[in-house]
């Protein structure tokens, strides 16, 4: 076993144990950051995925960490946990994949955006999915409503972090077509990855065009299904083999 | 022997409010002096309760409230573990009008330190008291007794806090300038909402209401001007028509929250499908008083079960209680015994003295101590009894 997977492993039980101890969450995101930075001295700075997922999952760790101040929005900071777990167990996956060739500076850029993309989505989806429930329950049982996160500190978080997934997510979509076009002479192939990618970005752009009519449980569901197809062009597809011209894997 | 323990009142449960408040206490005067009377004892003197606990004869308690004009079919007596029990359940906001009331356990506390600054506890009714405030702390942090809004204002005010999380800051517009209005102010403002505009058919009323919290007053021409500065809208004006119409609010991205307490109504229901805006009225605040009031009855049960442990554990000390005193008695007598024969000694100094040599008082305590333990230790029964082992 590589010395960034012994990390990885120890970052994910580490975060198994925040999920009741929050106070080893700090632990578990050094040790996540730590297994990308091994992997990234052993293969080459984002040479695979499962770099980028520890340094997502570091990250998102470290968010739900911030929010034990504000106790009413601990499902929002168990949510980000879990996402965490998922990354972590993504890369304990992906470490052995040997990692592509792919420019420094398109690596960079298309996964530096897709990283920032994720994170802020990660935390705005959940806000957003929160704030959509509370919505519905201050309409129809309002006495349900009082013990749940408030409304407008829910949808304070959405709309920033939002915003600035839906700006990354952007860059890196186009980058990422505009590097396949030069290499390929198309943007966009029949491959899961990137057909998933788009779609997820396509709902987004949808739910912000719709943001004043949209309520509720479908602005939760549009929301979260964007968001899981982002999720499974990163997580998910890759498992499926690639279409791609290029016939890289991941 | 029995718990010595008694409680003689009356509350919400067994008198009306004429007799309640005939004989509610002063705490300036009037209940210091029935403290004096009393002796020993410690006075719970509510709105809704005037309680007499005490040790010993409850006929001076009784005496008391019966010489304020109450009537005997008002007064409960209990006695022993009942009125542990009783005391017990109402800390803990049992015996409460509404159940899980905050206000009663911080009353209770009042009465034992004003018992104390006057001298009036003793023991057993120290330890009650401090296992009763304990018990009610216990009871609403570890239960959902004291959980939810029970009252219409104040479930409006969870309700905002739904919404916004945190009200300082937030514009206030008020409709009205009734009794309503004020109170729905009071709270608001404790909760640090800032700028306050009080809209009024006549504008001198609201000027009145605006003045004593500090906010602004305007006429009902400017309703639409004041309504698209507010946060927070709280409707009770009387008028026998809609005063606010979806059209009259403008589009905004922060949550507008809307309450409608005024009869008929002021807002138009069509108000509430607006998506920025949250419209209640009363039927709505009733509803989660209700559901709050319910949720309360359903933790009793829990509170019930601590009210028991608290008392098993009270009667516990107090059994360990007897048997100190029982020593203590013990002591006393042998002390009083043994100073008789040697009037002329220090008592202080027999410790210093038994270490040099076998000194008459050591003898005349082993002599008197044989003689005191063939008979029963205590003129009367005493737990010390239940310790000693059987005789053949």
């Known amino acids: 076993m590589s010395p960034a997977n012994l990390l990885a492993l120890g970052g994910v039980v580490v975060l198994a144990l925040g999920l009741f101890w929050p106070r080893v969450l700090h632990l578990g995101t050094l040790l996540y950051l730590g297994a990308a930075l091994a992997d990234a001295l052993a293969k080459g700075v984002f040479s695979g995925p499962a770099q980028p997922a520890l340094l997502l999952g570091g990250l998102l760790a470290l968010r739900g960490e911030s929010l034990l101040q504000r106790p009413w929005l601990a499902p929002l900071r168990r949510y980000l946990l879990l996402l965490a777990l998922l990354l972590g167990f993504f890369a304990l996956k992906a470490l052995s994949h040997p990692g592509g060739a792919h420019p420094l500076s398109l690596s960079l850029l298309h996964g530096g955006a897709f990283l920032v993309a994720y994170l802020a989505l990660a935390v705005g989806v959940g806000a957003g999915v929160m704030g959509a429930l509370q919505d519905l329950r201050l309409r129809r049982a309002p006495e349900k409503a009082l013990q749940n996160a408030p409304l407008w500190s829910l949808r304070r978080l959405e709309r920033g972090y939002l915003r600035v997934g839906y700006l990354a997510a952007t860059l890196g979509l186009g980058s990422g077509m505009a590097w396949a076009w030069g290499y390929f002479g198309s943007p966009l192939t029949l491959d899961p990855k990137e057909l998933s990618a788009f779609l997820g970005w396509f709902l987004l752009t949808l739910h912000f065009l719709l943001e004043e009519r949209l309520r509720g449980l479908p602005r939760a569901g549009l929301l979260l299904l964007a968001y899981a197809l982002l999720l499974f062009a990163f997580l998910g597809a890759p498992f499926l083999g690639s279409r791609h011209p290029s016939r890289l894997i991941f | ?392």
Not at chain 2, 309 to 336: M, N, P, Q, S
Request: include cysteine.
């Open chain 2, 1 to 392: 022997m029995a718990l010595p323990f008694y409680l003689v009142g009356l509350s919400h449960k067994t008198a009306p409010v004429e007799v309640r408040e005939r004989v509610a206490l002063d705490p300036a005067v009037a209940l210091p002096a029935a403290l004096a009377r009393l002796g020993k004892g410690v006075i719970l003197s509510t709105c809704n309760r005037t309680e007499l606990y005490g040790v010993g004869d409850p006929g001076k308690a009784r005496a008391l409230l019966l010489d304020r004009g109450v009537e005997p079919r008002h007064l409960y007596l209990k006695e022993g573990v009942e009125a542990l029990r009783h005391l017990f359940r109402v800390a803990a906001g049992l015996d409460s009008l509404v159940v899980g009331e905050a206000q009663i356990l911080g009353q209770v506390r009042e009465a034992l330190f004003l018992a104390r600054k006057h001298g009036a506890t003793e023991s057993l009714l120290e330890k009650a008291f401090q296992s009763a405030i304990a018990l009610g702390k216990r009871a609403r942090s570890e239960t959902g007794i004291g959980a939810g809004a029970v009252s219409v204002a104040y479930a409006a005010l969870d309700l905002a806090l739904a919404v916004y999380g945190d009200l300082s800051g937030l514009v206030v517009a008020v409709l009205g300038a009734g009794e309503m209005a004020e109170l729905f102010l009071t709270h608001l403002k404790a909760q640090g909402v800032g700028r306050v505009l009080v809209v009024n058919r006549t504008e001198e009323r609201a000027r009145t209401l605006a003045d004593r919290f500090g906010g602004e007053a305007y006429p009902l021409a400017a309703l639409p001007r004041v309504l698209a500065q507010a946060d927070l809208v709280v409707a009770s004006a009387a008028a026998p028509h809609y005063l606010v119409a979806p059209e009259d609010l403008p589009k905004r991205a922060k949550p507008l929250f809307l309450i409608d307490i005024a009869l008929p109504r002021n807002i138009d229901p069509r108000v509430g499908r607006l998506p920025h805006a949250y419209l209640y009225n009363l039927d709505d605040l009733e509803r989660v008083v209700e559901k709050n009031m319910a949720a309360r009855k359903g933790e009793v049960p829990k509170v019930e079960a601590l009210v028991e442990k608290a008392l098993a554990d009270y009667l516990e000390w107090y059994a360990g209680h007897r048997v100190r005193e029982a020593i203590k008695t013990l002591e006393e007598r042998i002390f009083r015994e043994v100073a008789q024969e040697f009037p002329q000694a220090d008592p202080l100094l027999w410790h210093k003295e038994a270490g040099r040599r076998v000194h008459p008082w050591i003898l005349a305590l082993k002599v008197g101590a044989r003689r005191l333990l063939e008979g029963p230790p205590c003129p009367q029964e005493c737990p010390l009894l239940a310790f000693r082992p059987p005789r053949p």
